[in-house]
């Protein structure tokens, strides 16, 4: 169990006791980051402009190289198997990008696929005269498993999985997914921007080639943060589409060596205030123990479901047999950024998920547009309750 007073002493946004408390439930946006992550960042940017970055840099090093150690404890990865970016999205195209494909190959593409993985897939197709294909989802919303095993074949070289969508409580199914992959000799590439820090990942468990998340979501760590796994073999024999002098070493006038891990996916450049944000975003959830932060978000999740359809006007517009913290929904006859910021005004943040972030999804359903609750295992019941009686004024005006 959590302890939530500590929790919340723990969150800056919660510091001021003049201030109203912030209803938050945005954590599938930008989570709000603990205080030692803001700590941590700003300690050292400021050591930064008093020594310069390359001195504040090694004084750090075995830090930096703990954000690798932390997260490959959250996920059951060795550290040598993961490589640090500034996105989900940079992550899923430094793997997705570095893959092989020749004319006739096919790719596949998740139904809830995230809008940035499938530009990149068809991008990749036009360019190789690839095909990209979607995969069918079954009634509950959950990629179909038989569809997806009579969809595979020998060209198949790619399937993009995304374990849970931006737009809605959906969870997909990884290990079956696995297996009718590798069988077919496809590779598996999870989407786990959504799950990362809020459901468990084990690399190990999951059997996947390679796995994308992001920093500010679920984490709680900083924005412009992210990572990749690969599985360790492919981290030694792939060659990845861009390298630089941190991915590889110039060896002779002729000649390069790429490094001997998933630091081959890194460039040597970047924000290592936000890369030991991230470490300490990492390091704050094992502290609390990943299994009750994930149940408390479940938690949080389960009460919005069951209680937002007892509203006059409201639907809940999740999928899926098995549910995230992800909760969304539509008020009739009001628009979902009018929800959004109606709800704003009165100091409840939620977002919206638009039809372009999971074009398919979203027109096989006819949604334009969902409002997006996430709330994290920070928010209370009593938060919840003013959001819902925030979005019952907001319906009842309509
Ligand atoms: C947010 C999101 C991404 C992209 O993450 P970035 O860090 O913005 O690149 C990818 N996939 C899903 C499912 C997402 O929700």
Redesign the pocket.
Known sequence: MLDQTRLRADIPAYADPSRPTPVFLDS??SSLPPRSVLDTMITHLHREAEVGGYRAANERLADLAAVKTSIGELINADPAGIALSD??????ADFFYSVPLAPGDRILISGSD?A??AIAALQRARAAGAVVESIPSDESGQIDIAAFGALLDERVKLVSL?????NGGLVNPVGEVVKLAHDANALVLL?A??SAGQLPLDVLEFGVDAL?A????WLRGPRGT?FLYVRPDLATTMEPQRLDLHSAQWTGPAEYRLAEDASRFEFWECDVAARLGLGAAVRYLLDLGPDNVYAAVAANAAHLRAELPRIAGVTVRDLGARHSGIVSFTVDGVESVDVRDRLAERDVTVTVSHAG?TLLDMTARRLSSVVRASPHCFVTTADLDRFLEAVETVAARR
Do not use: F, I
């Not at 996105?87 to 899923?92: D, I, L």
């Open positions: 599938a946006g996105s989900a999205s940079r992550s899923w995230y940035s993985n995304v374990h849970v969508p931006t989407d921007c959504q994308s992001t920093g500010r979501k992210g972030s």
